[in-house]
Nanobody, 125 residues
């Protein structure tokens, strides 16, 4: 059974919006932080946003003001809403989990202990 289940993604034109979901119900919200990473073809995986147990979120400078990261009331599903997308943001988007330690910054890839399967986002010009 998958521990993180992503949905959403797809294709959108430049300037458009898209939403991703991550079902993290296998973990109690107080036992984990969640993050979204993305990886463009031929590039390193980079963090997009991180949500900690105390509710504070951190965003990569390139997406700040355009992306939001939230949870549903039950805190079992996390949502990444992306706006004003550019073609350079095309890639695989991954939901990721780490322990509850609050790091007061964006999560690093080496701090992730479980990755979702990824969902493709394609932004056309």
């Amino acid at each position: 059974q998958e521990q993180l289940v992503e949905s959403g993604g797809g294709s959108v034109e430049a300037g458009g919006s898209l939403g991703l979901s991550c079902d993290a119900s296998k973990y109690h919200y107080s036992s984990r932080c969640l993050a979204w990473f993305r990886q463009a073809p031929g590039k390193w995986r980079e963090v997009v946003a991180t949500l900690y147990t105390h509710g504070k979120t951190y965003f990569a400078p390139s997406v700040k003001g355009r992306f939001t990261f939230s949870q549903d009331a039950a805190r079992t599903t996390a949502y990444l809403q992306m706006g004003d997308l550019t073609p350079s943001e095309t890639g695989m988007y991954y939901c990721a989990r780490a322990g509850p330690l609050i790091r007061w910054r964006l999560l690093r890839p080496d701090e992730v202990d479980y990755w979702g399967q990824g969902t493709q986002v394609t932004v056309s010009s």
